[in-house]
Structure formats: structure tokens, C-alpha cells
């Protein structure tokens, strides 16, 4: 059974550091996009970033500079180093893993549980 498990969400000041880290058990990262989503409170799922299969890196703009995506393949874990974090950041962040790049619930092939991530001013 695969599961992707997310931690590292929290509460944090407006200017603080957060590591989210997505632990996948029963699958490996191997050839698959791995991303970031999000849920800010009474929105829609927005998309923050995205590990391509090739490995190239992309990100939405507004968190590009601040946020940092990245994967270790030996311990099947997708990290999304967050920085400078706004009060526009609080959301429920989820991971995704899909074979073509889809990271809507439930399109997606694998989604997490959601870790919240909170920001205060």
C-alpha cells in the first residue's frame, strides 16, 4: 500500500523558517513528479512547486526565491524547504507523486494527509 506521509508543518512568526518533509512508503521516486500543494483557508488547492521527473525544479512565483523543493531517492523523501515566510503562506500544505505531472486531488496518482502550516504577523 503506498502512503505519503507529510511533517514539519507548524506555527511561525512572519519571517521564519519551516522544513516540510513527505515521507513515501510502498513507492519509489523514481520518474515521478513530485509537488507541493497547498490549501490556504476558504481557497482552492494552489500549486507551489514541482520536482519534474528530469529533476528540474519549478515553483510559483510568489514563493520562488523563498521556498526550495528538493528529494532524497534512498530515503524515498520530498522536502520543501520553506524561508521568509508571509502571513499569505498559512495553508494546509500537501504532497503529491504522479507519473505525468497531475497535482489535483484526485487526479493526482499519490497525495498526503496535509500538514498546516501557520503564519502569524
Known amino acids: 500500500q503506498v502512503q505519503l506521509v507529510e511533517s514539519g508543518g507548524g506555527l511561525v512568526q512572519s519571517g521564519g523558517s519551516l522544513r516540510l518533509s513527505c515521507e513515501a512508503s510502498?513507492?519509489?521516486?523514481?520518474?515521478?513528479?513530485l509537488s507541493w500543494v497547498r490549501q490556504p483557508p476558504g481557497k482552492e488547492l494552489e500549486w507551489v512547486s514541482s520536482?519534474?521527473?528530469?529533476?528540474?525544479?519549478h515553483y510559483r512565483s510568489t514563493v520562488k526565491g523563498r521556498f526550495t523543493a528538493s528529494k532524497d531517492n534512498t530515503k524515498n523523501t520530498h522536502y520543501l524547504q520553506m524561508t521568509n515566510l508571509k502571513p499569505d503562506d498559512s495553508a494546509v500544505y500537501y504532497c503529491?507523486?504522479?507519473?505525468?505531472?497531475?497535482?489535483?486531488?484526485?487526479?493526482?496518482?499519490?497525495w498526503g494527509q496535509g500538514t498546516q502550516v501557520t503564519v502569524s504577523s
Open positions: 503529491a507523486a504522479d507519473r505525468e505531472g497531475r497535482w489535483i486531488h484526485p487526479a493526482v496518482d499519490y
Open positions: 510502498g513507492l519509489s521516486f523514481d520518474n515521478l513528479y
Open positions: 520536482i519534474y521527473a528530469d529533476g528540474s525544479l
